[in-house]
């Protein structure tokens, strides 16, 4: 049972390049989230879905564009990198319903120059 | 906007002591669920101890436990024993209804031998 996966682990992109961020699940969850974890701000919601076809934005969905064709697979797509999208993301996943414990993947370190 | 409020970015506890991380959050919801979530500098988000809004009685996890008191939206983290393994960042977060979690901006915590 791998959990969840995230690939790349880190990644350095130029100003205006464009790059997916993959995330995958084998615990048949219906809800996944990209979060961003920023130095002194926690982690903030980027998008999140809670089942195939169905997603939603959170706090700080700019620049960022997800899709959720698969159960198991939530990808995160910047658009054109910035250097303020320099951060560590997180995808994580959980049931639906009750005090669901999210499942963490081990994050991307992106550095965008 | 929903908020969780961490009022100590660092902490610090000799080794065998006991430390208390606070926490208080902000919700409309009258069913919510809460969580502690450690983060080691490997940055792998681990759980630490959850509380379903709905149950008086406070969560314990072997040395961890929480005071949870609903009425002041109060969810502090006790760690009794502590233990150099214990230095992490400490997240509190919770679930307000049917959304993703909302993280506070977190408190590092330092175990000094």
């Known amino acids: 049972n791998a959990g969840v996966t995230q690939t790349p682990k880190f990644q350095v992109l130029k100003t205006g390049q464009s790059m997916t961020l993959q995330c995958a699940q084998d615990?048949?969850?219906?809800?996944m989230s990209w979060y961003r974890q920023d130095p002194g701000m926690g982690l903030r919601l980027i998008h999140y879905?809670?089942?195939?076809?169905?997603?939603d934005q959170g706090e700080v969905p700019n620049g960022y564009n997800v899709s959720r064709s698969t159960t198991e697979d939530f990808p995160l797509r910047l658009l054109s990198a910035a250097p303020s999208q320099t951060s560590v993301y997180f995808c994580?996943?959980?049931?639906?319903?009750?005090?669901?414990?999210?499942?963490f993947g081990s994050g991307t370190r992106l550095t965008v120059v | 906007a929903q908020t969780v409020t961490q009022s100590q970015p660092e902490m610090s506890v000799q080794e065998a002591e006991t430390v208390t991380l606070s926490c208080t959050y902000d919700?409309?919801?009258?069913?919510?669920?809460l969580f502690w979530y450690k983060q080691p500098p490997s940055r792998q988000m681990i759980l630490v101890i959850r509380q379903e809004a709905y149950k008086q009685q406070n969560a314990t996890e072997n040395r961890f436990s929480v005071n949870f008191q609903k009425a002041a939206k109060s969810f502090s983290l006790k760690i009794s024993d502590s233990q150099l393994g214990d230095a992490a960042m400490y997240f509190c977060a919770y679930i307000p209804g049917n959304t993703p979690l909302v993280f506070g901006k977190g408190t590092r915590l330092s175990v000094i031998a």
């Open positions: 879905s809670v089942g195939a076809g169905i997603t």
């Open positions: 615990m048949n969850h219906e809800y």
């Open positions: 994580a996943s959980s049931l639906q319903g009750g005090a669901r414990a999210y499942t």
């Open positions: 919700t409309s919801e009258s069913d919510y669920y």
